[in-house]
């Protein structure tokens, strides 16, 4: 059992990975029990994620070392200071993604398994998607700067082959090449970038560099090109072409994970900005610059996506618009960071309320794409303009799409109102206006919504959907899940916030605590 | 001047890539391109590992005061060069289903996911 | 167990929310009680009444989602007339934004 405990980080990748290789040997021979293996294995997984998250909140930051013996350092003391091995840093920020990631993960394969059952390359499909899971978790712990480039490729080509799965003559497949193309593009420039930093400080290990890391033309060079490929993967304006094309064609649970993948792309970009580069860029300038991406990703996203007529295309559009609220909230606290007085009266809310964002964002937008996902496998229907009057049939997926429409508007009591309410307060406090913007842009994401929800569901019983019934337990049981977190964090949000929000705040804005920990006082 | 070489290479080889990604319209020349792409962030990946006059990095046997070349650039390169394999494969796949529903592999013409 | 949420300028209770619908539900189910509880299904006490027309097949009395927001649309459509040619579908034209954000970014941080 303390062998379990001890190796908890290795865990987390070697068991979706185990799992993932054994699919197909299972699907070949015994494949009766295809459907009970990727359930338990998914369970597995994010068991260990959860540990792994409660090991932080209790012991502090956690860094494990591949391949060294027990108890030893990162940076041996031979080495004179000098860390040479892989290793994997899990601060509170990592933590608070690998929650979000086991949360939503978990659900999705429940409503997998129920809407993938008469379709045909399923244990290819499980291998993949745990690929993915297994990508996701490796991103968002580690801390070696190429360990992050190959899991970040990782997720690009798993989410590419999963994007591309029903192939739908053929239009699945283009918006996947469009995905792979844009994302291979941006993790080639994450690539040249590590190799910018390696070959000035001789090193790939994060805290090391941060520690020597000094403002280098190469440097900047590095940032800029960390800051736009990262942008890309997560879908920012102007980066985002890619990713309504990709979430429109995919399979409804699948888009739900890549919404999560997108984030730990997002993870990325903050752990460069505030851990890497942290004390020694224009925070004024570059935080600025977060901030005109946040902004411009809100506007856009929900204009493009109020006159959207596919009903998957709009709530992709949406993903981009929320997107741009995390950056907004955490460029404010960018901005600030060099102003101890102005981060304590408004930068820390504004920094908690762009993470916590970020697992509402996963948990709600996850329940709208399974609850959208329940309607197209029921009527095989995506156009709006063809639906109608599907809430007499369908009575339990118009409560969990309804209560997915509100939380994304920011209304009470859902999570949305807790995370966006902190984001509004201490933007305006920064600038008034960014919050006057964040806050119409909430107001048209609101009457979005009306409108898919009256066109989908509300109106008489159309004659050609007479025998359209409810979708199978399954799949009601991951939206079920959803739901749970998305009413618990928004009647809770003050006990969210303490124990889990914050850690993750503190561990960003304190550079210093990553690298001692990591370096053990060997700076 | 002939230490800098590799690196005008590189920016060349950069500069010729992304000029084929962004003006060429036939899909099989851009993923040629991206190939290319690909190749110089390998070029600049070994170029930063040379050391002047420097032998290959193997302890056994080695010669006394004389300089290594770095060999964890030489991972790097590896790990690149297959992942630059696997997703090549995927494109290239991706564009073979591509011809056969839509009959063209034009990306002017390949616009049904539009607005 | 249901706290406050601090904001720095202001909180937020979850708990008021709770009281106040709660109190809203309670009175809205007090005057629903007050109607019409006998009434037949199915026969004309239920149908729409429109005037004494015949009421039109199901299918075209519901508006559908692509007519919803006709006039958002309209009147901003100097801004639409831009912006949705800009998302082609080409890929060459999501590169070509990827390498102008690379120099703007970049021309940005280093000069300011």
Same mark, same amino acid.
């Given at each position: 059992m303390s062998l379990i405990l001890d190796n908890l980080p290795a865990l987390l990748i070697a068991v979706p990975l185990l799992g993932a290789f054994l699919i197909p040997i299972i699907g070949r021979f015994l494949p009766k029990i295809r459907d009970a293996w990727i359930i338990l294995v998914s369970f597995l997984s994010s068991m260990a994620a959860v540990l792994t998250a409660f090991t932080v909140y209790t012991k502090g930051t956690l860094v494990y070392v591949f391949g060294a013996a027990a108890g030893s350092g990162a940076a041996p003391i031979d080495s004179g200071g000098i860390p040479f091995r892989i290793i994997f840093t899990i601060d509170g920020f990592g933590a608070f993604m690998l929650l979000s990631a086991a949360i939503v993960s978990f659900a999705v394969v429940l409503y997998l398994v129920a809407s993938q059952?008469?379709?045909?390359?399923?244990?290819?499909?499980?291998?993949?998607?745990?690929?993915?899971?297994?990508?996701? #978790?490796?991103?968002v712990s580690t801390g070696d700067l190429f360990n992050f480039f190959v899991f970040l490729e990782i997720n690009t080509l798993s989410g590419a082959a999963l994007v591309s799965y029903h192939?739908?003559?053929?239009?699945?497949?283009?918006?996947?090449?469009?995905?792979?193309?844009?994302?291979t593009v941006g993790g080639l420039m994450v690539l040249f970038s590590v190799g910018l930093l390696y070959a000035q400080y001789n090193s790939l290990n994060m805290a090391y560099i941060a520690s020597q890391m000094t403002l280098t033309t190469l440097n900047i060079v590095a940032l800029v090109l960390f800051i736009t490929a990262l942008a890309m993967k997560a879908g920012a304006v102007p980066f985002h072409f890619a990713t309504p094309d990709a979430y429109s064609v995919a399979p409804s649970g699948i888009t739900a994970l890549m919404v999560v993948a997108s984030q730990a792309g997002l993870y990325g970009l903050f752990r460069i900005l505030f851990t890497v580069y942290g004390g020694v860029i224009n925070t004024v300038t570059?935080?600025?610059?977060?901030?005109?991406?946040?902004?411009?990703?809100?506007?856009?996203?929900?204009?493009?996506?109020?006159?959207?007529?596919?009903?998957?295309?709009?709530?992709?559009?949406?993903?981009v618009s929320q997107t741009g609220y995390m950056l907004l909230g955490v460029g404010v606290a960018f901005a600030v960071l060099g102003d101890p007085a102005a981060t304590?009266? #408004?930068?820390?809310?504004?920094?908690?309320?762009?993470? #916590?964002?970020?697992?509402?964002?996963?948990?709600?937008?996850?329940?709208? #794409?399974l609850a959208v996902g329940a309607v197209i496998y029921r009527t095989g229907v995506w156009s709006l303009n063809k639906l109608g009057g599907l809430g007499h049939n369908m009575k339990w997926t118009m409560v969990f799409f309804l209560i997915g429409a509100l939380a994304i508007a920011g209304i009470p009591p859902f999570n949305g109102f807790a995370s966006k309410l902190m984001i509004y307060e201490s933007v305006f406090a920064f600038n008034p206006a960014l919050s006057i913007i964040a806050m119409v842009v909430s107001i048209l994401t609101l009457a979005s919504f009306m409108k898919v929800f009256h066109s989908v569901f509300m109106g008489p019983k159309l004659p050609e959907f007479e025998n359209v019934k409810e979708v199978p337990k399954l799949m009601i049981a991951g939206m079920v899940i959803l739901t749970i977190f998305v009413i618990g964090f928004g009647l809770m949000p003050d006990l969210v916030v303490d124990s889990i929000v914050t850690p993750a705040a503190n561990a960003l804005l304190n550079q210093g605590s990553y690298i001692t920990a990591v370096l053990g006082g060997f700076l | 001047m002939i230490a800098n070489l590799p690196f005008i290479a590189i920016a060349l080889l950069i500069?010729?890539?992304?000029?084929?990604?962004?003006?060429?319209?036939?899909?099989?020349?851009?993923?040629?391109?991206?190939?290319?792409?690909?190749?110089?962030?390998?070029?600049?990946?070994?170029?930063?590992?040379?050391?002047?006059?420097?032998?290959?990095?193997?302890?056994?046997?080695?010669?006394?005061?004389?300089?290594?070349?770095?060999?964890?650039?030489?991972?790097?390169?590896?790990?690149?060069?297959?992942?630059?394999?696997?997703?090549?494969?995927?494109?290239?796949?991706?564009?073979?289903?591509?011809?056969?529903?839509?009959?063209?592999?034009?990306?002017?013409?390949?616009?049904?996911?539009?607005? | 167990?249901?706290?406050?949420?601090?904001?720095?300028?202001?909180?937020?209770?979850?708990?008021?929310?709770?009281?106040?619908?709660?109190?809203?539900?309670?009175?809205?189910?007090?005057?629903?009680r007050c109607g019409e509880s006998d009434y037949d299904k199915g026969t004309e006490q239920t149908k729409p009444y429109l005037s004494g027309n015949d009421e039109p097949p199901k299918g075209d009395v519901h508006i559908r989602g692509g007519n919803m927001y006709w006039g958002f649309t309209h009147a901003l459509k100097g801004y639409y007339d831009k912006l949705i040619p800009l998302h082609s579908g080409v890929v060459n034209d999501y590169l070509t934004w990827f390498i102008i954000g690379v120099i703007v970014i970049f021309v940005v941080v280093m000069v300011i």
């Open positions: 059952k008469e379709r045909s390359g399923k244990s290819e499909f499980y291998a993949l998607y745990l690929l993915l899971t297994a990508g996701i #978790f490796g991103m192939r739908k003559g053929g239009i699945a497949v283009e918006g996947a090449l469009k995905y792979l193309i844009v994302n570059v935080g600025w610059v977060i901030i005109v991406i946040g902004i411009l990703s809100m506007v856009i996203g929900v204009t493009m996506a109020l006159p959207q007529k596919d009903i998957k295309r709009l709530l992709a559009y949406h993903a304590a009266a #408004f930068g820390q809310t504004a920094m908690e309320g762009g993470l #916590f964002h970020i697992i509402n964002h996963a948990l709600y937008k996850g329940l709208l #794409f | 500069g010729i890539a992304f000029a084929i990604i962004l003006l060429k319209k036939n899909m099989i020349k851009m993923v040629m391109g991206l190939g290319i792409l690909e190749s110089a962030v390998n070029l600049f990946l070994i170029t930063i590992g040379y050391r002047e006059d420097g032998i290959a990095p193997i302890f056994t046997n080695a010669p006394e005061g004389v300089n290594m070349v770095l060999p964890t650039v030489q991972a790097l390169t590896l790990t690149n060069i297959v992942i630059g394999v696997a997703g090549t494969a995927l494109m290239i796949s991706m564009i073979m289903v591509i011809y056969k529903k839509y009959g063209t592999i034009n990306s002017d013409k390949m616009r049904r996911l539009k607005e | 167990m249901i706290g406050d949420l601090l904001t720095g300028y202001g909180f937020w209770n979850p708990l008021i929310w709770i009281v106040v619908m709660a109190t809203g539900l309670l009175f809205a189910w007090l005057i629903w």
